[in-house]
Structures are given as C-alpha cells and as structure tokens.
C-alpha cells in the first residue's frame, strides 16, 4: 500500500470517501469546503478545520495568533458557503509542560476570533499533545441559500486581492516587511464581505490552502484559471520589490489565505477569469502557480 507522503492529501481524501460516502447526508456535494443540513427555510453549515504548532506557528507569531487563525479558518469555510457564523466550539492538545499561562493565550485568540465573528463558544475538549499543541475548530453558521462550489468559465472574482499569507513565508526567507502589512498575514480578517454578495453568488471557496484549494474544483470541472497580476495586493509587492519577490512568487507561497473565490453578483476584487481545459492549472498570464501546501506532501508543484 502506498504512503500518504505518497499520494498526499487528494489521494487521502479519495480513500476516506470511498469507505464513508455511502453515510454521507449534507446537502452539499461531499468534497465541498463544508458540509449543510436543511432546517426548516434555512441551512445549518458546518465546518471543521484544525492545525498544529509546528506548522501554523511561525517564530514571530504567539499562541494567541494560534486560536484566532484557526477559528477564523473554520469559519472562512462557512462563509464562503452562504452561512453567517453564529459559534464555534474547540478541541485542542496541549503539552503537560506547558503553563497555565500558555493556555490562557491561545484561549484569548480565540475569544478574539469570536468577537471578530461576533459569535458565540460552544464548548470543545481538552487533551494531551506529546509535543506541541493542536486546535480543532468546528464553526457553525445559518444560510439561507447555499453555495456550493459550481465553478463554470467566466469571471473569477474574489473577497479581496490576494497575497498577505505570503508575507509570513517572506519574512521567513529573510525579506524585510513592514509590521503594518505583517499583522495582515499573522492576523486575518475573515472575508464577512461576502454575506453581502453571496445571494447572487453562483459558485465559491476559500483559498486557505493556496491555489490548491482552487484547482481540486477546477480537475472536477475541466477548468482552468487566469489570474490577472492586479490579483495581487500592489502594497504586497510594493514590499517585496526589494528582496526579488515578485507577484508569481506571492501566489506561489500562499497558505493559510482566509479569502474567497466566487462567481456571480458584485465583484467585490476581479482576480481572472476561469476558461475551458483539457489540462486544468492556475496561471498568473502565462506562469504557472504552485498549488501551495499539502499536508503529506508539503509545498507542492502538481498542476503546475
């Protein structure tokens, strides 16, 4: 049997689908960014995500960025489903070393990330990580129409420009950057924006995983996207000008991008245009772009 450093995340996902998706009872399709459950005029969405330290921690970031991302993370999916968050509830390991204190400043990140959302906790569970720490959040929101991930050829637009996730991998390759665009990569704003085009949305997803997050649906549609250079935020290229990072480079080391892709009803950002293709890809003009992070792979360049 092959290795999940084999056949990565997508591989993963193909094989938990095939021993559940005869369980499976959400109203949206089963490799969606959540899931949905019908009640009464409206739809309860639900998503989870989760990360661990060692990961999602960079040196210059505190637990406390730790909570808020995820949370934020969480709820980005349902978001990006039509559903306006209204609580979250949290599982998390913690190691047995650490302090009290420690735990106080993760759990205010995500206080924090739950007055960002004006949302509420639900509760979570607490358990031991034999080394560094780990959250789960699951975030749950009301829709009163979905959106599924429908992707067709057109205008491609976007929550917002895209790029200050990139920033965190600057900083890391020794790039100077501003502490003013640096806190846009440590602490997100989560794209509510959307609730407000979302009526006439046709299709949507968030980018948190990078390009990747965007390419799983084009291989399902036969589609390729074109990104135009004015999808990258210009203050964001502005600041890495001077350490050789260009936009191809900022769309190639995205992760952890809490913005929605979408089609349909006001274009909040137009970022390109989604066209017909035998071989599905994601290109800035004519250079291709990296999916971004895979967790059994690490930075992949499939699709490329």
């Given at each position: 049997?092959p290795?999940?450093?084999?056949v ?6 193909k ?10 009872g ?13 009640v ?6 639900i ?51 650490a ?15 739950l ?66 665009l ?25 980018i948190?995983?990078g ?6 649906h084009l ?53 390109g ?32």
């Open positions: 049997m290795r999940l450093k084999e990565g995340e997508t591989g993963a996902l094989l938990i689908e095939a021993i559940t998706r005869h369980r499976y959400g109203d949206l399709p089963y490799w969606d960014d959540a899931a949905a459950v019908k009464g005029d409206r739809w309860l969405v998503s989870i995500d989760g990360t661990h330290s060692e990961y999602s921690l960079w040196p210059w970031m505190s637990l406390e960025d730790l909570g808020y991302r995820v949370v934020i993370g969480a709820a980005t999916d349902v978001i990006a489903k039509g559903g306006e968050p209204f609580g979250a509830a949290v599982s998390l390991g913690a190691p047995a070393s302090s009290t204190e420690d735990l106080e400043e993760l759990i205010r990140g995500v206080v924090m990330g007055d960002t959302l004006d949302a509420k906790m639900l509760g979570g569970d607490t358990n031991r990580s034999p080394r560094g720490w780990w959250v789960d959040a699951v975030a749950m929101g009301w829709a009163r129409k979905l959106v599924p991930a429908d992707f067709t050829s057109g205008k491609l637009c976007a929550t917002s420009c895209l790029g200050y996730s990139a920033l965190n991998e600057a900083v890391a390759e020794g790039c100077e950057v501003p502490e003013d640096l806190v846009r990569a440590v602490k997100p704003e989560p794209p509510t924006g959307f609730l407000r085009v979302a009526e006439e949305a046709v299709a949507a997803t968030d948190s995983d390009a990747s997050s965007l390419y799983k291989v399902r549609r036969g589609l390729s996207a074109r990104l135009h250079e004015g999808a990258v935020c210009e203050d964001v290229i502005n600041a890495l000008e001077d350490c050789g990072r260009d936009a191809a480079w900022v769309l190639n080391h995205l992760g952890e991008e809490y913005i929605i892709l979408y089609q349909g009803g006001e274009c909040l950002c137009d970022v245009e989604l066209v017909e293709s035998g071989e599905p890809s994601v290109r800035l003009g004519d250079k291709p772009v990296e999916l971004g992070w895979d967790n059994f792979l690490g930075r992949s360049g499939l699709g490329a």
